[in-house]
């Protein structure tokens, strides 16, 4: 199975401070990737340089075997098809919940020209697939304050979506959650990954385990180790650096 996306020998500098040194890998298409380690060791830092909002500085990143996204503004990397969420959920509150779908999928991105009338048939039905997808379709009218925390979190998993995403970004979508919430949104991601690559950040060991096809573990800037959660759990050095340490929610 083809890339969706390659980083190669990827270096990132914040002042004198090196952020990440020397990464390099990649994600398959219709893989979910997890992104594991302790806190400041790159995880986030190489999701914002993949969308575009962290400049790298040294190292390539190559998106669908064919554009250096490194080298692309922020706007230019989402219209290739490249999502990102970020941990606190990023919704309009001030529209509903069909609105914020209408918005996503709507080619301009302006809240005053976007109405679900002024949608063409095929986008129409694509915001009302989206809201059926996420579970949401009760909701369409509601305004986003009145969602519970995973339901806005799912929310603008489905602004993504209606984006029609190649490479989906999401910092810790489960972070808040409780368990059946958490259990919901592993039932969805499995159920994108048909369609859509993503990578996770994330602290949960148990999510990580119900749902990543792969693991990179990360500590100072640098890959630590590379595999399935099964293999990485195993690994000496993930154990001494990360799991030993008993902050993460363990598997």
């Known amino acids: 199975m ?3 996306i390659e ?4 270096s990132i500098n914040f002042g004198n401070f090196k952020a990440v040194s020397n990464v390099s890998t990649s994600v398959k298409s219709n893989e979910i990737r997890f992104f594991i380690g302790p806190n400041g060791a790159g ?9 575009g909002k962290n400049k790298i500085a040294g190292g390539s990143i190559l998106f669908d075997q064919e554009y250096e996204v490194s080298k692309m503004k922020e706007y230019a990397i989402a219209e290739l098809g490249i999502g990102r969420k970020f941990q606190a959920p990023s919704v309009f509150y001030g529209i509903t919940v069909q609105e914020n779908i209408e918005l996503a999928a709507a080619s301009r991105k302006s809240i ?33 304050r009145r969602l519970s925390h995973g339901e806005k979190q799912w929310l603008e998993i489905g602004m993504l979506l209606a984006a029609r995403p190649k490479l989906m ?6 972070a808040g959650m409780g368990r059946r919430e958490t259990e919901k949104t592993e039932e969805l991601l499995m159920k994108i990954k048909k369609d859509c690559s993503i990578i996770v950040v994330e602290h949960d060991m148990k999510f990580a385990k119900h749902v990543s096809d792969s693991v990179t573990v990360f500590h100072e800037g640098r890959i630590l180790a590379e595999g399935t959660m099964d293999q990485v759990q195993e690994n000496q050095e993930v154990i001494d650096v990360y799991l030993g340490r008993g902050g993460e929610k363990a598997c």
């Open 2 to 4: 083809k890339p969706m």
């Open 169 to 174: 970004l999401l910092d810790e979508p489960v």
């Open 43 to 51: 995880k986030t830092t190489i999701l914002d340089a993949i969308c």
């Open 112 to 144: 005053y020209s976007t109405t679900f009338r002024k949608l063409s048939k095929e986008k129409r039905e694509h915001v009302d697939y989206v809201l059926e997808f996420i579970g949401l379709a009760g909701n369409r009218f509601e305004y986003p």
């Open 7 to 10: 980083l190669n020998d990827v």
